[in-house]
């Protein structure tokens, strides 16, 4: 039998999923309700009638293919960018010593407690001295400022947890550093890898404040940005909104489908050292 402390863990367990998953499942459940369903004062938690007109409104709402083009072209942007600079960033940090090191590392911790809030004012002005301002290139800039200590910080996490015996090994078998980190270090990172990149996608892809402040031209928009365009003046689309964030969420959904075990190996290798 089980024990009753497994039983307090399944049901918290259970608890806790179902606390999380049910905004998940409103949001989908509103957006197949017709309009009258969904305003109505006694709500139900299966739609009396499916609909596909939601649906149909978001992806015919304005702007919706260029959003999701420059939603692309900013994470695409972003993850490559920040990932390049971080694995650099994290073999240094976590093979190389030099002087400042530990205190390098704790200023990497105190940038990630500074809420975004505080950074947007230095973060406009820098970016409208370059010019950047309205511009996705300036949101692929800030986006990698915001994410880089985080992916840096998750990165060397995976490093040391991998033996330095094993590239000694390949120096001495007559591999150079260059060699020994392509054909050693890299493929044993390689879950690791991606649990970052996955995280700084997720970022990067549902980031709204720094888009929506960033960029005032409506060809240049983002996805969750396109999605505060659902509320007017006259109030809130809720079935078109509720469609469309479904919509917003179909990449990611996706692309952990494809990528789940890579996923799981780099999150259980980051998670004995840090």
């Not at 920040?82 to 694995?87: D, G």
């Not at 105190?110 to 301002?133: C, F, N």
Request: hydrophobic share 55%; glycine share 6%.
């Amino acid at each position: 039998m089980k024990s009753k402390s497994s039983i307090y863990s399944n049901i918290s367990g259970i608890f806790a999923i179902a606390l999380m998953g049910f905004p998940v499942y409103w949001m989908v459940v509103t957006s197949f309700k017709p309009k009258d369903d969904i305003l109505s004062t006694h709500p139900s938690f299966f739609p009396h009638t499916f609909t596909l007109d939601n649906y149909s409104q978001a992806l015919g709402k304005y702007g919706f293919t260029q959003a999701l083009l420059n939603s692309v072209y900013v994470v695409i942007g972003t993850v490559v960018i920040s990932m390049f600079i971080a694995l650099f960033a994290a073999i240094a940090v976590a093979r190389m010593k030099f002087k400042g090191k530990s205190i390098f590392i704790m200023s990497i911790l105190l940038v990630q407690m500074v809420p975004l809030s505080a950074l947007l004012i230095p973060l406009y002005i820098l970016l409208t001295k370059l010019h950047l301002v309205n511009s996705l290139a300036g949101v692929v800039l800030a986006y990698v400022a915001f994410v880089l200590p985080f992916v840096v910080w998750t990165l060397r996490g995976f490093l040391v947890n991998i033996p330095l015996d094993l590239e000694e090994a390949a120096l001495v078998d007559g591999c150079t550093k260059p060699q020994a980190y392509r054909h050693i270090l890299f493929p044993l990172m390689a879950p690791g890898l991606v649990a970052t990149a996955i995280f700084a996608f997720i970022q990067a892809w549902n980031e709204y404040l720094l888009a929506y402040i960033l960029l005032s031209d409506q060809s240049k928009i983002t996805m969750p940005v396109w999605l505060g365009s659902f509320t007017t003046r006259q109030g809130t689309d809720w079935g078109p909104l509720m469609a469309a964030s479904c919509i917003t969420a179909v990449p990611v959904v996706i692309f952990f489908l494809f990528i789940q075990k890579q996923l799981v190996q780099g999150v259980t290798a980051g998670a004995v050292k840090g």
